[in-house]
């Protein structure tokens, strides 16, 4: 699996950036997508994840209701949408593969990780 995260930037507060996390060689459509973020001096944390079909999806209370999580499978890409950002937002995010198809909040439950895509809000 070669996953490829790409997407972020420096932005203000209250913009959007979309993130993607593309898988060259097609191993990740039959398996959940997990977006993890982690912050300087922090622990990597949940974001959002997605299962196998896309119909099922989980999102983190501090990202909830501003962020939103799709796959397209035919381009075998997992997008995160992230709308009015924040200043707290600002972290280096992950994408990784779910070791089976449902979605999963745990790290744990996760094999494949990409090298991460940083996100820098400015207040």
């Known amino acids: 699996v070669q996953l490829q995260a790409s997407g972020g930037g420096r932005v203000q507060a209250g913009d959007s950036l979309r993130l993607s996390c593309a898988d060259s060689r097609r191993t990740f459509s039959n398996n959940a997508v997990g977006w993890f973020r982690q912050a300087p001096g922090k622990e990597r944390e949940f974001v959002a994840a997605?299962?196998?079909?896309?119909?099922?999806?989980y999102y983190s209370d501090s990202v909830k209701g501003r962020f939103t999580i799709s796959r397209d499978s035919a381009k075998n890409t997992v997008s995160l949408q992230m709308n009015s950002l924040k200043p707290e937002d600002t972290a280096v995010y992950y994408c990784a593969v779910g070791r089976g198809s449902y979605a999963t909040t745990t790290r744990a439950n996760y094999q494949y990780w990409g090298q991460g895509t940083l996100v820098t809000v400015s207040s």
């Open positions: 997605i299962s196998w079909r896309g119909q099922s999806t």
